[in-house]
């Protein structure tokens, strides 16, 4: 059902964000970005209408390319290659955001609706890393927060794939995502004990360890605790760090991924359901 509004008067933002919700999981995501387009185009005035539309622009669909990797947008086109990582049971471990006890149908169920997802509702974003037409790994960030300007990142490559360069490539470019395209001020990573080669390589990369977070986490195969490794990268490091910088220097990249942009602090909590 198609609200009706008036065109003297301006919409009720919150109706509308809650009415273009619906129609993403009824018609899908094309529907719902066409109609809070045209929304806009009637109602230029309405500030708060344009600030949703930012949400829905297809910029945050859009492949990264950098160097020699692509990353994509997590979508049910990618189910083979996500089924295949579910079943290798330690490499899904590692990445925690990726349970082992998945079954197709929930695999399939959850890459639906983060096909459809908009960033402040999920608070979360999910890209499966190619090199070529190949997928090598996935890249995310999970517990994005925009009053602290905070998200946890999380990634893992294929062992057969974990180059320096393809790592540096898809480090980089998310990197370059998480600071500028959301504006966040800080990037963290929990890395668990049993993984101390993914902290150090981290660290070369300009993360600082924090501290350890002790048996944070119970482990199956280990029958143990595990302590979690806390890491992290400000974005005055980001800016500061030579090597960084200087590697991401040679790199072609879209306006979206260098030019750093500031949403309101309360863009979570007004998503929230």
């Known amino acids: 059902m198609i609200p ?18 619906r129609l993403r999981s009824q018609q899908g995501l094309a529907q719902a970005q066409s109609t809070i387009i045209n929304l806009t185009h009637r109602f230029p005035e309405e500030a708060g209408l344009q600030a949703l539309r930012d ?12 160097g020699a990797i692509r990353l994509e947008r997590r979508n049910p086109d990618h189910f083979e290659f996500l089924w295949s990582l579910v079943v290798q049971k330690d490499f899904a471990y590692q990445l925690k955001h990726l349970p082992p006890n998945l079954t197709p149908r929930d695999l399939m169920l959850i ?21 070529g037409d190949q997928p090598i790994g996935l890249s995310m960030f999970v517990n994005i927060n925009f009053k ?34 959301l504006g966040l001020n800080k990037v963290q990573g929990l890395i668990y004990d049993t ?41 005055e490091e980001f800016l500061a760090g030579r090597f960084i910088q200087r590697y991401i220097g040679r790199e072609a990249r879209g306006d979206f991924l260098t030019t750093r942009r ?12």
């Open 195 to 235: 993984n101390e080669s993914a902290a150090n390589l981290q660290q070369r990369f300009g993360f600082q360890r924090e501290g350890v977070i002790r048996q944070a986490v119970w482990s199956e195969s280990d029958q143990r605790y595990l302590d979690l490794i806390q890491i992290s990268l400000l974005y």
């Open 55 to 66: 949400w829905y622009d297809a910029v945050w669909w859009k492949p990264i390319e950098f």
């Open 262 to 273: 500031h949403w309101p602090r309360s863009t979570s909590e007004k998503f929230r359901g």
């Open 148 to 181: 602290n300007r905070t998200a946890e990142q999380i990634m893992g490559i294929l062992p057969e794939f974990d180059s320096s360069f393809l790592v540096a490539d898809a480090y980089f470019s998310s990197l370059s995502f998480a600071f500028n395209t």
């Open 111 to 131: 890459l639906t609706n983060e096909a459809n997802a908009i960033i402040p509702e999920s608070r979360s974003i999910t890209w499966v890393i190619y090199k």
């Open 4 to 21: 009706a509004f008036n065109s003297q008067m301006p919409p009720d933002v919150d109706a509308i964000r809650d009415w273009l919700s």
